[in-house]
């Protein structure tokens, strides 16, 4: 069964992984709350300041692999292919209040994009996709 919060977190991920933050957008809350790795992120114009180097200069695709959903919450679970990286998982949990994202707990794999500050650092080439 299908449900709104998941059919919206379907929808914003879709549309940042084909590089349409606008659209994204529109489905997040003015005042979203923004749970990373980094820290804590509130507001709309944070999320997409996080959002937008990753979707447009980093990512190259994303193959989903699972999603679910309740009433109220919705969790997906994907893989990215970018450029730092041939492989970094990630997974979302997003809540949704008036069919916007109002909070996304969002956890990803760090070390793919640490060793590739390294390389950086080196001074190596970066991988190409």
């Not at 005042?31 to 507001?43: H, I, K, Q």
């Not at 980093?58 to 309740?70: M, N, P, T, W, Y």
């Not at 994907?78 to 994202?101: F, N």
Request: contains cysteine; hydrophobic residues 45%.
């Amino acid at each position: 069964m299908t449900s709104s919060p998941l059919q919206i977190a379907l929808s914003h991920h879709r549309a940042w992984t084909s590089k349409d933050l606008a659209a994204a957008m529109a489905y997040v809350a003015d005042d979203v709350v923004l749970d990373a790795p980094a820290g804590r992120l509130t507001g709309i114009e944070a999320y997409r300041q996080f959002l937008r180097p990753f979707a447009e200069q980093f990512l190259v695709r994303a193959e989903l692999i699972a999603a679910f959903g309740d009433e109220t919450t919705a969790l997906i679970m994907y893989d990215t292919e970018t450029i730092p990286a041939a492989s970094a998982p990630a997974a979302e949990c997003v809540t949704i209040r008036a069919g916007k994202i109002v909070h996304n707990r969002f956890v990803f794999d760090r070390l793919p994009f640490e060793e590739f500050r390294r390389r950086q650092a080196a001074g190596e080439a970066p991988r190409l996709p």
